[in-house]
């Protein structure tokens, strides 16, 4: 190869908007990217899933990778999110689970004794570590495409709350009564089967970085069930765990978590703090204090409401945003499965468009 036919340069990760906003730096514009960005909205991921489960789609090394640079592609966000399910590490450790169309995880044999606890955390959580390759592998894949563009790779996993929910009901739960109930009555128990899961999702996590993530997410979608004093003594010190001293910087979210929102620093452990689209960013920034990133918090709702409602609701995300040490712009939840990707594609230039 001749020096006029040698590729461009390119820039440092580390220079992308979205590690700078976790390293509290603020980019000329803010980063976006979308909970859910990778999945049921886009066509393209509708095609390519056809006839393919969706745990086996996520431990498809080729096939995750590509339905992780889907959205990349088409909607031009500043960061992937790898293209996978919280309970994968849990299928990783053989446990049997399924992810049911129109319903979500069901597991085949709920955890809900003492004895239910002893059974499955008896599985070491290099059992995990060992068994996740085909992770490693597709990040490797992703990460192969996302460098020639200096695009960072998110990667993420289910926090033990949440992951707990799943298992102690059997399956999804609109109030997780059973997790909540062993919480109080049995926390030897609970603080066992939090511990383990939060080797787990630790396992599942440095997995993805070994291969090259650039950064993490942590999801407690259902800790907004739980009052602020049980989150704090039973919750987040397994949340913590999982993810204090990782190479790379974590962000971590919960719905609903406004009444315990500074806790979801964990201690500092976390980079970033997602917030959902129920409270301000103003006030957000507020509670989590000087030296925390924001990230969110776009209401889902209003990604079919008429384009000049949701600009002015953009806008005013991003202005609110301007409270925080840094800002990465996203949905206070996932993207819904009716969105139009059109429309995510017009909230990026939007986003793009504005001076921060």
Request: net charge negative; glycine share 8%; aromatic share 6%.
């Amino acid at each position: 190869m001749s020096h006029a036919d040698a590729p461009e340069p390119r820039a440092p990760l580390s220079s992308s908007a979205l590690l700078r906003a976790l390293a509290g730096d603020r980019p000329e514009t803010a980063p976006v990217w979308f909970m859910r960005q990778a999945g049921r909205s886009l066509p393209e991921y509708r095609e390519l899933r056809v006839g393919t489960r969706m745990l086996d789609a996520c431990l498809t090394p080729d096939l995750a990778a590509e339905i992780t640079l889907q959205p990349v592609r088409r909607h031009g966000v500043d960061a992937a999110v790898f293209f996978s399910d919280i309970v994968v590490p849990l299928r990783l450790a053989g446990v049997e689970v399924e992810i049911e169309p129109g319903r979500g995880p069901v597991f085949a044999s709920p955890v809900r004794t003492a004895d239910d606890v002893a059974r499955i955390t008896a599985i070491a959580p290099a059992d995990v570590a060992a068994a996740a390759e085909p992770v490693r592998e597709a990040v490797r894949l992703t990460v192969a495409e996302l460098d020639r563009t200096g695009t960072p790779l998110i990667g993420f996993a289910g926090a033990p709350f949440t992951l707990a929910a799943y298992l102690v009901e059997g399956g999804p739960s609109k109030e997780h009564l059973r997790a909540r109930a062993m919480m109080q009555s049995d926390q030897g128990s609970w603080n066992r089967l939090a511990g383990w899961l939060s080797e787990v999702s630790r396992a599942f996590l440095q997995a993805q970085i070994e291969a090259g993530a650039a950064a993490v997410q942590l999801f407690d979608s259902w800790a907004g069930s739980l009052a602020p004093a049980v989150y704090r003594s039973l919750v987040a010190p397994h949340s913590r765990a999982a993810v204090t001293d990782l190479p790379v910087p974590v962000i971590h979210f919960g719905v609903g978590t406004g009444p315990f929102l500074a806790d979801m620093r964990l201690d500092g452990a976390a980079a970033a703090v997602g917030v959902d689209w129920r409270q301000p960013l103003d006030e957000a920034a507020a509670l989590v204090g000087p030296d925390t990133t924001l990230q969110g918090n776009i209401d889902p709702a209003l990604l079919g409401a008429p384009w000049e409602v949701l600009e002015a609701h953009v806008r005013d995300v991003v202005e609110r945003g301007r409270a925080a040490r840094a800002h990465i712009v996203n949905l206070g939840h996932g993207v819904p499965p009716e969105a139009d990707p059109a429309v995510l594609t017009r909230v990026v230039e939007l986003v793009h468009s504005i001076r921060s």
